[in-house]
């Protein structure tokens, strides 16, 4: 081979080479493969959590309100999904307007500016998004369990899409959007423990007072319809979690691996802990205590799942458990009626979590910088609460007055799957 033709042959590998690196280089600059790969298993993950939830609920409530029950959880997939498109992402990582109660961006109105942005993180805001989306989906959903066999279903429906524009988005763009207040405070909830848990269990608390018990409680016994379900479901969440928890760190790396490893540690202290002060107090230890304690751990978990390591894991799903079942013996005393506990487990293991978390971070801090960590969290829980508890009410009046809200006596008592759905669970017509 002459020169010119050995100088041609460098020249086009040289070429060919250096067009092979720029189109990876590029690539690898924009989308990281590996990093999008988790957060689309994480997104499906969390979407998984809402047909556990279905279950968890559904196999709790009488046998007549099985498919009322879960239809809560499966209408919030719809509708809160279509809103989130809309609206609802705009509104909670959109830039701060009116004072920076939520925030907006016209680009994130439908979804329709973001069709070829890819975030800092690597990944493209879509996947973003559509993971924030399950986030807003579940979150009114757990908000059902607190009056549970008694809401109508045109009432539910209309209340969800109204607390979620008004309750969540806020909530989710104070504590989650760079310029959110509470995020610029320093505020720390990896994963939902004040946005999701506390808002939900808290307003789950207003409606379950301001809707009454149901009737005939509590000197009716309603049992459960299939804890075999319950179960299934509670199983379901937990698998779940590991993308509502670890997919949150919006990477694929050792943060990923803290989160995930934090939230099984916290899961199965809280299981084990309810199993023994349940077989203390009672002499046995039951299917729904353990699942139970299993979701009282994850909760807490949740908003710290980034921050604690395992040791501080396990004191989270046994504080939780703990102080979630003396929730719930109180709740009888004080006589409201939370048909499936979701204030006892979601509002109060919001709260321990994300107050015990300021003391059990990782890493070596002082005591100052600790109770300064603590304040910054009691003022977010604070505010959670009480504007998730003030927006809920004004809510819940709108919504009976425009629609209903309450079941008929007669309604209540033919069930909410005949009365709304005109089916049966179960495919039996007498059912109790």
């Not at 709790?60 to 879960?70: C, I, W, Y």
């Not at 992402?89 to 069709?115: C, H, P, Q, R, V």
């Not at 003030?390 to 799957?417: A, C, Y």
Request: aromatic letters at 12%.
């Amino acid at each position: 081979m002459n020169t010119f033709k050995r100088k041609t042959v460098l020249v086009t590998v040289l070429l060919l080479l250096f067009s092979a690196a720029s189109i990876s280089g590029s690539e690898g600059a924009e989308v990281d493969t590996g990093i999008t790969s988790w957060m689309l298993t994480s997104t499906a993950l969390v979407l998984l959590m809402i047909p556990g939830l279905a279950m968890f609920y559904g196999g709790l409530v009488r046998t007549k309100n099985v498919m009322g029950t879960m239809m809560h959880s499966f209408t919030a997939m719809g509708v809160m999904a279509v809103l989130w498109v809309v609206i609802g992402y705009a509104m909670s990582f959109g830039e701060n307007i009116l004072g920076g109660w939520f925030g907006w961006n016209k680009d994130y109105f439908l979804l329709k500016g973001i069709d070829e942005t890819i975030m800092d993180a690597k990944v493209p805001e879509y996947v973003f998004s559509m993971f924030q989306g399950k986030f807003a989906i579940i979150t009114p959903a757990l908000i059902a369990g607190a009056f549970a066999e008694r809401v109508t279903f045109k009432g539910y429906v209309l209340f969800i899409a109204l607390w979620g524009m008004i309750v969540y988005n806020p909530l989710c763009h104070w504590v989650w959007a760079g310029d959110g207040f509470l995020y610029q405070l320093g505020a720390i909830d990896f994963a939902g423990g004040t946005v999701v848990h506390i808002s939900a269990g808290i307003s789950g608390l207003v409606a379950a007072i301001y809707l009454g018990a149901r009737r005939g409680h509590p000197s009716t016994a309603m049992p459960p319809s299939n804890l075999t379900m319950t179960m299934m479901g509670a199983g379901l969440l937990w698998v779940g979690w590991f993308g509502f928890n670890a997919g949150s760190s919006v990477s694929s790396g050792l943060l990923t691996t803290q989160a995930l490893t934090a939230t099984q540690t916290a899961a199965a202290a809280g299981a084990i802990a309810w199993m023994i002060i349940e077989g203390i107090h009672h002499g046995k230890s039951t299917a729904l205590g353990f699942a139970s304690g299993i979701l009282a751990g994850l909760v807490a978990v949740t908003p710290a799942a980034g921050v604690v390591q395992p040791w501080g894991a396990l004191i989270l799903g046994t504080a939780a458990a703990s102080v979630c079942y003396l929730a719930i013996i109180l709740k009888d005393k004080l006589g409201y009626d939370d048909s499936l506990d979701a204030f006892g487990i979601h509002g109060i293991g919001g709260i321990v979590g994300a107050l015990l978390l300021a003391f059990l971070m990782r890493g070596s801090h002082t005591v100052p910088e600790i109770f300064s960590q603590f304040g910054v969290q009691v003022l977010a829980v604070g505010i959670a609460i009480a504007y998730a508890a003030f927006v809920t009410f004004i809510l819940l009046v709108i919504v009976n007055k425009l629609v209903g809200l309450r079941s008929s006596v007669r309604e209540e008592m033919q069930g909410l799957d005949a009365s709304y759905h005109g089916e049966h669970g179960y495919g039996m017509v007498n059912v109790s």
